[in-house]
């Protein structure tokens, strides 16, 4: 059983940064892959990206691609998105989740997740 827990979103202006980040509780973190979802009003909810257990891979939707950097540090038991170069699209729910299997793009793929962080791009 993993518990996710996300922190750092807010209100930051366009072309801005923000550190979001996923605590999770649990001895078994470092088996799981932990990617990023993030769901707009109106909008389905779109992968952004994920790393493997090791933090050795990593895989970003082009959306975000070179904007967006995910890290983990598995004796913290978290796992980090840096988000720079911010646009008022990148305005969403933010979320993180673990999955046992990789590379897993799809929601359907995850099994645990968190309760999300709002992340608000103001132009």
């Known amino acids: 059983q993993v518990q996710l827990v996300e922190s750092g979103g807010g209100l930051v202006q366009a072309g801005g940064s923000l550190r979001l980040s996923c605590a999770a509780s649990g001895r078994t973190f470092g088996y799981y892959a932990v990617g990023w979802f993030r769901h707009a009003p109106g909008k389905e909810r779109e992968f952004v990206g994920v790393i493997s257990k090791t933090g050795g891979s990593t895989y970003y939707a082009d959306s975000v691609k070179g904007r967006f950097t995910i890290s983990r540090d598995n004796a913290k038991n978290t796992v980090y998105l840096e988000m720079n170069s911010l646009e008022v699209e990148d305005t969403a729910v933010y979320y993180c989740?673990?999955?046992?299997?990789?590379?897993?793009?799809?929601?359907?793929?995850?099994?645990?997740w968190g309760q999300g962080t709002q992340v608000t791009v103001s132009s």
């Open positions: 989740a673990a999955a046992p299997s990789w590379p897993p793009l799809r929601p359907d793929n995850y099994n645990y």
